[in-house]
């Protein structure tokens, strides 16, 4: 179908006049075989021009399957982090490493080496075990070893279709958040506040994320879960801040977060 779109923050324009969005490898294979210029985008999350083409963009959100077996789970390029986060925690798994938004793709975030966070976590593209990806002259190729510097590549392996990443048990975790923190209180100590927890992060607190769930453990609440980052365009506070609105929000979508 004939029709442009843009990256997810609205910054540029794609250049590609046709997306396809299709439903079947078989049918990734036909299009990429029939084509002088493929590129795979995801949740099109990137910055850069990275996913560009003046070719055929390939979307693959209607391919959403994933199946688990044993230590091991099977996406399909169209699968999200967050979706894929539901389906294991409802089975008793997790993975190591999780961006900060949930509404990325896993084999985009992957290919871009997504840092996640964590001093002793490898990145999300670490958890990867093999794929599936359509080669330029339309065949399907699959890839169990040797799979370094195949999984980062940036889109330029070809389509990948499917992906299979380590799991391991879910756990819980909970969330301190430390507000005001100048930054010459981490100068000369930033590894050592980085070595503080599984995970840590530091944030400009443009959206009061921070002062929302201080504000719970302030009267006695423990925060357990993840967080969705919600900076879809309806959500963002105006300048200047709201911070009125975040927090009803917060009630409003994630009481079930929360618990006594
Ligand atoms: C260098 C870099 C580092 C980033 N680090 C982080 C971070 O640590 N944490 C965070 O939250 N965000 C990060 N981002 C922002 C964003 O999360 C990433 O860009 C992430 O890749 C977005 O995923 P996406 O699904 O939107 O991919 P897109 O932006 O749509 O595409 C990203 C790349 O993946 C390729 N790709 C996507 N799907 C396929 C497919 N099926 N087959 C083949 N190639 C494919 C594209 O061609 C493109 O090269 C980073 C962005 C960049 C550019």
């Given at each position: 179908?004939s ?79 967050g979706q ?29 080496a ?8 490898g ?16 065949s ?53 506040a ?21 504000a ?21 506070p ?23």
């Amino acid at each position: 179908m004939s029709q442009r779109i843009a990256n997810w923050a609205e910054s540029f324009t794609f250049s590609a006049s046709n997306v396809h969005r299709p439903r079947s490898v078989a049918e990734i294979q036909s299009l990429v075989s029939g084509s002088t210029r493929v590129k795979a985008i995801g949740t099109r999350h990137s910055f850069s021009r990275i996913a560009d083409t003046d070719g055929d963009l390939v979307c693959l959100e209607k391919m959403c399957g994933i199946s688990v077996e044993g230590t091991k789970v099977t996406v399909e390029a169209g699968v999200t982090f967050g979706q894929l986060c539901w389906h294991l925690h409802g089975m008793g798994l997790a993975l190591h490493n999780l961006a900060s938004l949930p509404h990325i793709s896993v084999v985009g975030g992957c290919a871009t080496a997504t840092h996640g966070s964590g001093d002793k976590n490898g990145n999300l593209a670490t958890a990867v075990r093999g794929l599936d990806f359509v080669a330029a002259d339309g065949s399907l190729v699959s890839l169990t070893d040797n799979i370094d510097g195949a999984v980062v590549n940036l889109g330029a392996l070809g389509v990948v279709v499917r992906m299979t990443l380590a799991v391991g048990p879910s756990f819980e975790m909970r969330q301190d958040v430390y507000e005001d923190l100048p930054l010459s209180a981490l100068e000369g100590r930033f590894d050592e506040a980085t070595a503080a927890g599984y995970s840590v992060s530091l944030f400009t607190d443009w959206r009061q994320i921070a002062s929302t769930i201080d504000a719970f453990q302030a009267g006695g609440w423990v925060y357990r879960g993840i967080f969705v980052w919600d900076k879809t365009q309806g959500v963002r506070p105006a300048m200047g801040g709201d911070e009125i609105v975040v927090h009803q929000q917060v009630l409003q979508f994630f009481p079930h977060r929360f618990a006594p």
